[in-house]
């Protein structure tokens, strides 16, 4: 059934919106956009602006759901990446299993919208965040809302909830695995065993598999991660062996075997795999290669090309540009763009100059060597400028490439979508 977009389509956006031309009707929407004709280079809307490329994002989406299905596995795309509606559409479309979301209002934007399948890779407790869950599971009862416990008293309140709330049939959970200095999850398999056990004395709760994310595994040089994340991985199927053979999954619709899966999806994939588990459903919950990036996911896309641990990697490209206008030239050496912190990522690298354009002069945008960012403020971006860069003037724009593109998509409430001339074809409503 397709997904309830059309209330956030037509929702009116707030004076100000970035990405938008001052001076537009009151009560404007997202779905007044499109045929609009309005063109970046021709410099139709203000800058700073987010761009995903269509293209892009059409070929990332294909290109991942192909190399999980090719391998038996299923994706269930990471949500809280975009909090984009339309862009979940378009991955359970391309035949995604469900999406994934990281708490309970996120899982309330997807109720809202019809997703019917929503895993929610984190555990769920406290009243009002259960309350809220078993309701809206009490309200769709054909939907699969599964979360995550690793303790007695998370799953003791679980249940205590559902049996509050009226028509709702048992919680769907999965036993976390973690790793000792990591975030949540049982230390142990003893400790899986433990709560897995405690969770099927439940008559409120259904034990449908093991999740585990192997995401944190990432040291200061790198070279010791691929090892860190096999052992952990073997972990994680040695505890769903050992809970298998107690018996303690419903194993009704397939014991579910999920872990992250963005840095290193190649491994996930293989070692799930290989678990010796009948039937169960390895599901990764890949959530950046919808938009890819130019630093943190490219860099780990190039080394699973060099693992080729389960074949080629998807061909991914990245979708997400912020484009920005040259503000001031100082100094011989500098420019200063008019973006800043309160516009694109810098928890991981600081953007890149990926190429420039200047109205009257380029035909298409080109690309930008020897220039740097070396500094952000929260509406600046300082760039330093090599022997070799181009003469960039006031007035001129440089496309930023980033990295780790979640933390640029919550900053945008719009997101400008554009073709391969660089026409806006569609606004994009994100849901922070």
């Known amino acids: 059934m397709p997904l309830a977009l059309d209330p956030l389509r037509r929702a009116p956006l707030p004076p100000g919106t970035k990405g938008l031309p001052p001076g537009l009707p009151a009560g404007f929407a997202a779905a007044d956009i499109a045929g609009r004709g309005w063109n970046l280079l021709r410099g139709d809307v203000p800058l700073p602006a987010a761009v995903l490329r269509r293209s892009h994002v059409a070929a990332n989406i294909a290109a991942m759901q192909s190399y999980l299905a090719e391998r038996g596995a299923l994706l269930a795309p990471h949500g809280k990446t975009t909090l984009c509606p339309e862009l979940f559409a378009r991955q359970i479309d391309a035949g995604a299993w469900g999406i994934t979301v990281a708490n309970v209002q996120q899982l309330a934007l997807c109720h809202a919208t019809g997703v019917d399948r929503v895993l929610i890779a984190n555990e769920v407790v406290g009243d009002a965040e259960l309350d809220a869950l078993a309701r809206m599971a009490a309200e769709r009862p054909a939907a699969e809302y599964i979360f995550l416990v690793d303790s007695i008293a998370g799953a003791d309140q679980a249940q205590a909830a559902f049996a509050r709330a009226g028509g709702a049939g048992p919680a769907q959970v999965l036993v976390e695995i973690g790793f000792a200095g990591g975030r949540c999850g049982v230390r142990s398999i003893d400790a899986a065993l433990a709560l897995a056990a405690h969770v099927r004395r439940l008559d409120r709760l259904s034990l449908r598999g093991i999740e585990g994310y192997e995401g944190l595994l990432l040291a200061a040089d790198g070279s010791a991660d691929p090892a860190a994340t096999e052992r952990y991985l073997d972990s994680v199927c040695a505890a769903a062996g050992a809970i298998a053979a107690e018996g303690l999954f419903d194993v009704a619709g397939g014991v579910i075997l999920s872990a992250g899966g963005s840095v290193y999806y190649d491994m996930v994939v293989d070692r799930l795999a290989r678990s010796g588990l009948d039937g169960a459903r390895v599901v990764i919950r890949s959530g950046c290669y919808v938009a890819h990036d130019h630093g943190f996911y490219a860099r780990h896309h190039d080394q699973a090309r060099a693992r080729a641990t389960s074949g080629a990697p998807p061909a991914l490209a990245p979708a997400l540009e912020l484009w920005a206008r040259v503000l001031s030239r100082p100094e011989p050496d500098l420019a200063i763009l008019s973006a800043g912190k309160r516009d694109l990522s810098f928890d991981i690298d600081l953007p890149v100059a990926d190429r420039w354009f200047r109205p009257g002069h380029h035909a298409a945008p080109e690309r930008f060597d020897d220039g740097a960012v070396f500094s952000l403020s929260d509406q600046h971006a300082f ?27 919550d900053r945008w409430p719009l997101l400008l979508e554009v073709d391969d001339a660089f026409t806006v074809v569609v606004g994009l409503r994100t849901c922070f």
């Open 383 to 409: 760039l330093r400028l090599g022997p070799s860069a181009p003469a960039i003037a006031v007035g001129d724009v440089v496309i930023l490439g980033i990295s780790h593109p979640c933390t640029t998509f």
